[in-house]
């Protein structure tokens, strides 16, 4: 039996280096686009994803005390970002790591610029809108939504194929 475990670490890069002061991600929510259904022949309203399809999605990173880094995100433009976990796992009672990559493309939506006090942190953050999105377990990719070429790629199959093929 394979359990995940924890984080044992990670790092955040951007194009050029690691990125320092980062405390935590917190990662965009994946929620599909819906339509209401209903009329003749249907017994009330339902609610169906539109496939493929996403509301707006943002990445939060927050930060101990301001650095450069920051400053770079907030140039207009998408960035490239990546965060590459290592992932304890049990695996029939052995330990073991496993690499947990997610990769982000986005550009500067809020800067929250926190706080001075004397001896604690700025508590600072720093939002980005999401345009493309993937992660990686394992050498393997899972996920992939590139909202501006219309893909959407679960574990190897491209959901969008034949919509973009229906409209050329």
């Not at 917190?26 to 309203?45: C, H, Q, R």
């Not at 509301?55 to 207009?76: E, G, W, Y």
């Amino acid at each position: 039996m394979n359990i995940p475990e924890a984080v044992a670490q990670y790092k955040l890069y951007n194009e050029a280096q690691t990125m320092i002061g980062i405390t935590t991600i917190d990662f965009p929510s994946l929620t599909s686009l819906a339509a209401e259904i209903s009329g003749a022949g249907i017994g009330g309203k339902i609610t169906k994803a539109i496939v493929g399809m996403f509301d707006s999605m943002s990445v939060t990173f927050n930060i101990r005390a301001v650095t450069p880094d920051q400053f770079r995100l907030l140039h207009p433009g998408t960035h490239h970002l990546e965060a590459w976990a290592a992932v304890q796992v049990s695996e029939n009672g052995r330990y073991a790591v496993r690499q947990h990559k997610v990769i982000i493309e986005g550009e500067f939506k809020t800067l929250t610029t926190g706080k001075h006090a004397a001896g604690e942190t700025q508590d600072r953050s720093l939002e980005m809108e999401v345009l493309y999105y993937k992660e990686q377990y394992d050498g393997y990719d899972y996920i992939e939504i590139d909202k501006l070429n219309m893909m959407f790629v679960v574990e190897g199959r491209d959901i969008l194929a034949e919509v973009r093929a229906a409209i050329g």
